[in-house]
């Protein structure tokens, strides 16, 4: 009798178990397919081309910088403008990777023309850097290059975690954008801010200054990465297109100096590169010599265990004047 009774038991906790596992199945393919089928509708194609049209027409850029967060803060056209008497557009910011700039780039010389330099801002994490999908839904690209296999993974909400988080992060900014309407659709001000721009006037004290105890250093994520293929795409296109390409190594507040502790990988990568193209160049200044890591005035933020840095507007200054005084010949 109590065989029977142990073997049912047994019996419903498998079959529960198994229920269980198939519930949990379909609940998470079920949620993952709906999250992307939203994500897809939300980053419907933009009228970014059609107003970017607008701001360049007459303008005469002889010049074009590429880069992430750390270039938006980091180099800036006022002061090439002022210096050198070259116009300068900047398309930097958080999430613009290797894809963007490349996508950005067939955009860019259709209406503004082919640039005389392009400056990019080389990060020692530039091929773990993905590009996002909302810059990414200003191209009409009908061409996806990603694709979701349903079963690569047991649980895809875990998988894409990242990636889901991403997308929620972008509707919370784009609900607060749509309540404040700063920047109207119809205007062009976002293109006038950032040519403005010359980096943060408050102070940011998010800045580890005192290493600590196993403080956690980061490895060299190696080409090609997540966006790699389209860096090169992008080198070759502007070989092509007679373009002097200059790459910028930025400097790192000097905690940030030390927790990427591979940074000769990517300069030897960028020697590399020097070599199979004649028109390209790279300035490092993530280097005691060349600039004051240490003083945390001209950074807001990094430090041990942060491999991201990003100059202040004190720091910013004293850099581009330094970069400028580099790069001067090559627009002679």
Do not use: C
């Not at 700063?182 to 010359?198: G, P, V």
């Not at 990465?225 to 080198?235: I, P, R, S, V």
């Not at 590399?272 to 390209?280: G, S």
């Amino acid at each position: 009798m109590s065989l029977s009774i142990s073997s049912s038991k047994v019996r419903k906790f498998i079959t529960g178990f198994f229920l269980f596992i198939l519930f949990l199945f379909l609940f998470d393919r079920g949620l993952f397919y709906f999250i992307s089928n939203l994500e897809a509708n939300f980053y419907q194609e933009s009228d970014f081309e059609k107003r970017f049209e607008r701001f360049a027409e007459d303008k005469h850029f002889t010049t074009l910088i590429f880069g992430t967060s750390r270039t938006y803060e980091g180099i800036h056209p006022y002061y090439i403008e002022e210096k050198l008497n070259q116009k300068a557009f900047k398309e930097s910011y958080v999430g613009k990777g290797p894809k963007y700039n490349y996508y950005f780039y067939k955009l860019y010389k259709k209406y503004a023309g082919i640039p005389k330099v392009v400056i990019y801002g080389v990060d020692y994490f530039i091929y773990a850097v993905d590009s996002d999908p909302k810059w990414m839904s200003r191209f009409d690209i009908t061409n996806r290059d990603e694709t979701i296999d349903y079963f690569s993974s047991p649980l895809l909400l875990v998988k894409y975690k990242k990636k889901i988080d991403n997308f929620l992060n972008n509707i919370l900014i784009q609900l607060k954008e749509d309540m404040e309407s700063k920047i109207s659709k119809e205007t062009l001000q976002d293109f006038i801010d950032i040519h403005n721009y010359t980096g943060l006037t408050v102070k940011n004290k998010n800045l580890v200054t005192k290493p600590y105890k196993n403080y956690k250093r980061q490895a060299y994520p190696p080409f090609p990465g997540k966006e790699g293929h389209y860096f090169m795409k992008l080198l070759d296109e502007l070989e092509r297109d007679h373009v002097r390409i200059i790459l910028v190594v930025l400097p790192d507040y000097f905690g940030s100096y030390k927790t990427n502790l591979q940074r000769n990988e990517l300069i030897l990568h960028l020697i590399q590169l020097r070599d199979k193209y004649k028109n390209l160049y790279f300035y490092n200044y993530n280097r005691l010599k060349k600039f004051p890591l240490g003083n945390p005035e001209y950074f807001n933020d990094g430090g041990y265990g942060e491999t991201n840095s990003h100059l202040s507007q004190k720091g910013a200054k004293v850099f581009n004047e330094r970069l400028i005084k580099d790069i001067k010949k090559h627009y002679q």
